[in-house]
């Protein structure tokens, strides 16, 4: 299976920016869909952003203006880039890897912003 790890995430003051970056195991990343998902404590998990192998993106209303994600093929990395950060993108932010038949999930990086 794809393992994948996040890191990046952190403490930041509204206002600030983040880069998050997930390190995927394997051969095959670039065939894979990739997204950035979070999910705050009592609500569901929600798409934040999505880039496809031939690097087309796509974003959540939330966050259009202000992200940028982007794939590293040639490192097993994708990124994602948030500026602007308000208090309600505090979440964990999952990344994800999809080609069927297979749906993996790193184990979150921790973003919060404070007021």
């Known amino acids: 299976q794809v393992q994948l790890v996040e890191s990046g995430g952190g403490l930041v003051q509204a206002g600030g920016s983040l880069r998050l970056s997930c390190a995927a195991s394997?051969?095959?990343?670039?065939?894979?869909?990739m997204g950035w998902y979070r999910q705050a404590p009592g609500k569901q998990r929600e798409l934040v952003a999505t880039?496809?192998?031939?690097?087309?993106?796509g974003y959540a209303d939330a966050v259009k203006g202000r992200s940028t994600i982007s794939r590293d093929n040639a490192k097993n990395t994708v990124y994602l880039e948030m500026n602007s950060l308000k208090p309600e993108d505090t979440a964990v932010y999952y990344c994800?890897?999809?080609?069927?038949?297979?749906?993996?999930w790193g184990q979150g990086t921790q973003v919060t912003v404070s007021s």
């Open positions: 994800n890897a999809y080609r069927l038949p297979s749906n993996y």
């Open positions: 394997g051969s095959i990343f670039s065939m894979y869909l």
């Open positions: 880039i496809t192998s031939g690097g087309r993106t």
